[in-house]
């Protein structure tokens, strides 16, 4: 991407953007830096905020494939309550199933807001097939975050080829939203660790390659007592519960995960010992900027439904369309809709800086996004009329899957509290 100055700085007058009559009053004003000025890219003036047109054309290619792989199955998919194969395949086939692994180690390599688009465009076919961009991305983070250069190299190829799908597993019945309140135990045995104890709702468990496991390793240190490990699926001691029968995201397939005398080796622990919550945390500051994409998707499909039905649907002898009652619903949705996507894009290119502020952008997003995602949806189905409450149309779906984005990764409540601290932080 080459984003050149307009014009060289010699070329702009001193003082850009005041009104004449300051500078004849002696008053001064800011001069602008040439880096603020509006610079090119492929011939067209654009500025910083605007994304270059590279984005629109990789949105359009995730597009297509959603629209014409996903899509088609996404009724099929809620339906039958199981993972899909065969969109994991068709994501497979068109390298999306992944977005952001670096190249090195054989990922597409794409930044955090084209990787954030991709899951868009995939939640606004289908949101349970999403789901498996989501927890790729939930267990490819933390690697890239504290994985060393050996655990990097075994395990970020499988899941950038397709090889491999990933799991993330820190909640358990009595630790939700209070996930240092964790009982599930690791202990030393020579160069090994023994992992014992249940985690509840994850996602992929028994589809999954790799889990991310979270347990206690030092009980009397508390929350600095938590570590991290990867877990292989075919460890001895691991077992699954029956899925999760759900209102929503049924395609994704949830359930509990058994670790009982799990025997692994040393070379399993991920980062420090103790340093798990840390690591958990830091690793949901940026998988929360995917799941609020997950939700503008969600919301951008039910709007397009609605849109293309109010323009058919005839009432009173006209389309319904033409009732300004109508008309101001699509406003706001379409206004709340673009302003989740403006924050999920703020989210995202913080994550990829990595930036002080990644907290506070990532918890604001999903609770936007998401808040938004259920009000969308809901609208969807409103405007729909009794056909919006049939399966007929997807929003009844797009409703039930909108609501597990105020949920998972940190209920929305808790969003609340994680903004709040880092603004009570800053004073
Ligand atoms: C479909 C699905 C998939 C999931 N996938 C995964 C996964 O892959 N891996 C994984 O580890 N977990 C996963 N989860 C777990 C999910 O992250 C938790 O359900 C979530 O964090 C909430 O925990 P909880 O269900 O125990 O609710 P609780 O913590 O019991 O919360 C119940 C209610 O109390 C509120 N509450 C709790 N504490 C506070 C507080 N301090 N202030 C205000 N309100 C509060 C909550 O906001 C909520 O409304 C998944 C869950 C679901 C349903």
Known sequence: MCIRPAISADAMPPHIGCDPRDLRNGRGCIPAHPA??????????????????????????????????????????????????????????????????????????????????????VARACASSSTILTSNKLG????????????????????????????????????????????????????????????????????????????????????????????????????????????????????????????????????????????????????????????????QGALDVALGYVQERRQFGQAISSFQGVQFMLADMAMKVEAARQMVYAAAAHSTARSSQLTFFGAAAKCLASDTAMSVTTDAVQLLGGYGYTTDFGVERMMRDAKITQIYEGTNQIQRIVMARQLLRAR
């Open 36 to 121: 603020l000025r509006a610079a090119t890219h492929e011939g067209m003036r654009v500025t910083p905020y605007l994304l270059p047109p590279l984005y629109d054309e990789f949105r359009a290619a995730a597009r297509a494939v959603a629209d014409g792989e996903i899509a088609p199955r996404a009724a099929a998919t809620d339906a039958r309550a199981e993972f899909p194969h065969d969109v994991y395949a068709a994501l497979v086939a068109s390298g999306l199933h992944a977005p952001g692994i670096p190249e090195e180690y054989g990922g597409d390599g794409v930044d955090a807001i084209a990787a954030a688009i991709a899951v868009e465009e």
């Open 140 to 299: 490819v983070t933390p690697l890239l975050l504290v994985g060393t250069e050996q655990q990097r190299e075994r395990y970020l190829p499988e899941v950038a080829v397709g090889d491999a799908l990933m799991a993330y597993a820190i909640s358990e019945r009595e630790a939700g939203s209070d996930v240092a309140a964790m009982r599930c135990r690791a202990v030393a045995d020579g160069d090994e660790w023994v992992l014992d104890g249940v985690k509840t709702w994850i996602t992929s468990a028994g589809i999954a390659r790799y889990l991310i496991v979270f347990a206690v390793t030092d009980p009397e240190s508390g929350s600095r007592g938590i570590s991290a490990f990867v877990v292989h699926a075919d460890d001895p001691g691991i077992g699954y519960g029956e899925p999760e029968h759900k209102m929503g995201l049924r395609g994704s397939v949830t359930r509990e995960l058994y670790l009982e005398d799990c025997r692994i080796p040393g070379d399993r622990l991920l980062g420090a010992r103790g340093a798990g919550l840390k690591v958990a945390l830091g690793s949901l500051d940026h998988t929360r900027v995917s799941v609020a994409a997950q939700a503008v998707g969600i919301a």
